[in-house]
Structures are given as C-alpha cells and as structure tokens.
C-alpha cells in the first residue's frame, strides 16, 4: 500500500492529508487486499468501510469494526492500521460521566489495546474513576463533530 | 550552461519561495525533534537497530536544517526559528510520552516524512515556477532523502 511519492505542487498538501483520511486509507486497504486475494482481509475492510460510510453508525459500532479489520490485517498491514487508528482517535473521544449530576469528563481515545473491554477501562482509569464502575459511571463514545455542533 | 539569475533579480527574493522555505525548515526542524524523541524511547526487539537508524536520520536532519536556513538567508530574506514557530508552522503530530510501540514510533515517522515531502514538492515546483535552480536543486535532493528513508522506514513495518 504505497501512494505514488511525487504529488504534484497543486495537490502537495492534500495528498498528506489523503494519505491520513479514513475512507480514503480503507480504499486503499481494500485495493491491497484484492490483489493480494485475501478474502478475510477484504470482508473486514468492506465491512469497516460500510459502517464507516454509514452516517448513523454508532461511534461504538465503528470502534468495534475498526478492531475487527485490526485483528484481521495489522500484521501484514500495519502502516494502514496506524493510519486509521490515529484517524479515529482524532475523530472520536470519550465522555465519562460518574453519577446522575456529575459533570462529563472528556478523554482522549487510544486505541492501542488488545479488546473494547480494554479501551473502556483504559478511559475509565483516565477519569479517575475504578474500572469496577459503579451503575451509575456512563461512558459514551462521542465524535468530535457533534460536540462541535452542539456547543 | 545556463547563466543563474543576478542576485538582484525578483527570482531571487520572491517571496513565495522563501516562504516554501520556511514552512519546509519548520517541518524539517520538526522532523529532526519526532525522530531524536523516538531515538531516546524505542524499546523492543528492534532497539539496537532502530535506535541507530534514527541517530543516522536526525543527524542528517541537523545539517540540512542549516543549509536550508542558511539559503534562506542568501535570498536575502529571514529565517523562522524558535520551538513554538517550528511546532505551529509544521503542524506535525508527536509522539506521546511514555512507552509506544517501536512500530508505532516507526509509523510515525513515515507519516511526519510525508508531510515534509510533501512541502519539500512544493518548494522544488516554487523555486521551479521563478527559475531559482539552486533552491530546486536543493529542494530535490530533499525529496530524494525523504522517499529513500521513508523506503526504509516502510521496509521495517512489513511482515516478513
């Protein structure tokens, strides 16, 4: 999976951006799959892809993919798998919110983690708060955008 | 052979060259502090290797930041500086601080090198634009080390 090095002036800097964005990142994930005729490999990045281009999907549904096609092609993909971590974790963060009139804590994603369960305990402990939570300790994964939007 | 441009003449002070310049002095100097951060952290089966590597990169980096600047100068204009100028101008994305995995360090790296060269492009189609061949000449031997490295650095991620 390798961009052609020699961009022209005009697209200079778009082309760095491309090379970052998750779509574009996926389309390229799903190019080397075909011509490797991985067929695990291309279900999980068409599986990623359909529920990244779903603009309803869940913050949650499209983690929980993007560990699925993790699992699948890091090892024999890593860079792109850099890629769309690095792109979802500027995309999406966490809100931690302990008890019913606590105020929400926001925390940065990371994603460098074996499991889901992982990466929710990992927010967990960045608020301060026990990973055994109690009933009433919400975590809510929250795209960026929306919080824009919303403030 | 053709004769280069009188050190009076516009081609030499334009302004849009000197700030390609600038904004690819910012990514290098960027680019020398991402690659001396993961020389010091990495850890792992690779350190040995990769801890070298990286010392390799950002000494070649350390030189070519002043040649750039010192050009900058010969055009008669300034050079930016200053940590802050650097890290604002680059805009590139660092490392945390703590353990990361080596492959990640090296990822990384082969993102922050796409940014440079893609500046680097800029610059060599600039100087290009005004007919300044020494800047483009420098600008492409830029371009050749970022591809040469970032080769290298995607060499490292493959499985074997």
């Known amino acids: 999976m390798s961009p052609s090095l020699l961009p022209s002036a005009e697209v200079a800097s778009d082309s760095a951006c491309l090379l970052n964005s998750g779509l574009f990142v996926c389309d390229q994930l799903l190019a080397a799959a075909t011509r490797e005729n991985d067929p695990a490999a291309l279900d999980a990045a068409l599986d990623f892809r359909l529920v990244l281009a779903r603009r309803s999907a869940s913050p949650e549904t499209i983690i929980r993919a993007f560990l699925i096609l993790r699992d699948v092609v890091q090892e024999r993909h890593y860079l792109a798998c850099y890629r769309l971590r ?7 963060h966490a809100r931690v919110q302990c008890g019913r009139c606590g105020e929400p804590i926001r925390v ?7 499991c889901f369960e992982a990466i929710c305990d990992r927010c967990l402990s ?26 | 052979m053709k004769a280069t441009a009188p050190a009076d003449s516009k081609t030499k002070t334009d302004s849009t060259v000197v700030a390609a310049l600038n904004l690819y ?16 952290n990495v850890e792992g089966p ?17 030189e070519t930041i002043d040649e750039i600047a010192e050009r900058i100068r010969a055009l008669d204009a300034y050079a930016l500086g200053g940590l802050r100028a650097f890290a604002k101008e680059a805009g590139m994305e660092e490392f945390p601080t703590g353990p990361l995995a080596a492959k990640d360090f090296v990822a990384g790296l082969v993102v922050a090198h796409e940014k440079a060269l893609a500046d680097a492009v800029a610059l060599r189609d600039a100087a290009g634009n005004v007919n300044d061949l020494e800047t483009q000449d420098m600008a492409i031997g830029c371009i050749q080390w970022h591809q040469k490295t970032s ?3 995607k060499s490292y991620l493959k499985a074997v």
């Open chain 1, 108 to 114: 940065a994603l990371r994603l460098d983690l074996p």
């Open chain 1, 126 to 151: 960045a608020a301060l708060v026990s990973p055994t939570r109690g009933r009433l300790t919400q975590l809510h994964f929250v795209r960026a955008a929306d919080e824009q939007l919303v403030s």
């Open chain 1, 86 to 92: 690095r792109w979802l974790e500027s995309q999406f």
């Open chain 2, 25 to 40: 002095l910012a990514d290098s100097y960027a680019l020398m502090a991402l690659t001396h951060h993961a020389h010091w």
């Open chain 2, 46 to 62: 690779g350190f040995f290797s990769l801890h070298k590597a990286f010392e390799e990169q950002y000494d070649h980096l350390f």
């Open chain 2, 151 to 153: 080769w290298m650095l």
